[in-house]
């Protein structure tokens, strides 16, 4: 991270580098789903930066369209909207490295193309985005460049289109599949082959 190995940092000096967002979002306490999100700007505590804490978590709510239960607990909240809610948690806290693990899991349509659009936003303004995704159509159509894992190891990796191969991705998911060019954009749309 900036060059030096993750472990080299303080937990607060990486708080300023990295944000994670992990697979699930739990809290143990009913806060409300504003004081979550601000929980995202605690390493810019007693900074300059500090002052920029209300416009931030603003514009993370607004951002993934949680602005609407701003004071509804975290706890009475849907998957999907939990989902919502942890990432804006990430976007406040101002990284320049996102490291987020299955954060389309828990959404529907709409909101998959809406945080993975946040994520090409983040990128294109200079950010590091790191994305964990088991759906190969979304990781496609998205990301400038995909690593694929083998047994724990790195298979390939590569822009999508090079990568992404049926007799790869047959042999990793241990499940024929079969590789089309969208009919528009040319991405590659990665589908199981019926057996039967």
């Known amino acids: 991270v900036d060059g030096r190995p993750a472990t080299r940092w303080t937990a607060a000096e990486l708080a300023l580098r990295r944000a994670v967002l992990p697979q699930s979002a739990a809290l143990a306490f009913p806060f ?14 007693g900074t300059a930066r500090e002052e920029e804490d209300d416009t931030v978590v603003a514009a993370a709510m607004a951002a993934t369209e949680v602005t609407g239960f701003a004071t509804r607990p975290f706890s009475a909240l849907s998957g999907g909207e939990r989902a919502r809610v942890a990432l804006a948690r990430a976007l406040a806290q101002s990284a320049p490295l996102l490291l987020l693990d299955e954060p389309t899991a828990a959404l529907d349509l709409r909101h998959q193309e809406l945080v993975l659009r946040i994520c090409r936003e983040r990128a294109a303004a200079g950010d590091a985005v790191v994305v964990v995704l088991h759906d190969l159509g979304l990781a496609a159509a998205y990301a400038d460049r995909v690593v694929v894992l083998h047994g724990g190891r790195v298979a390939v990796d590569g822009p999508p289109a090079e990568v992404f191969t049926g007799a790869l991705l047959g ?26």
Do not use: N
Request: proline share 18%; net charge positive.
């Open 171 to 196: 042999e990793v998911y241990r499940q024929p599949v079969e590789v089309f060019p969208h009919p528009r954009t040319g991405v590659p749309l990665v589908v199981p082959k019926r057996l039967a």
């Open 32 to 45: 409300p789903v504003e004081d979550v999100v601000r929980m995202g700007r605690a390493p810019w505590a």
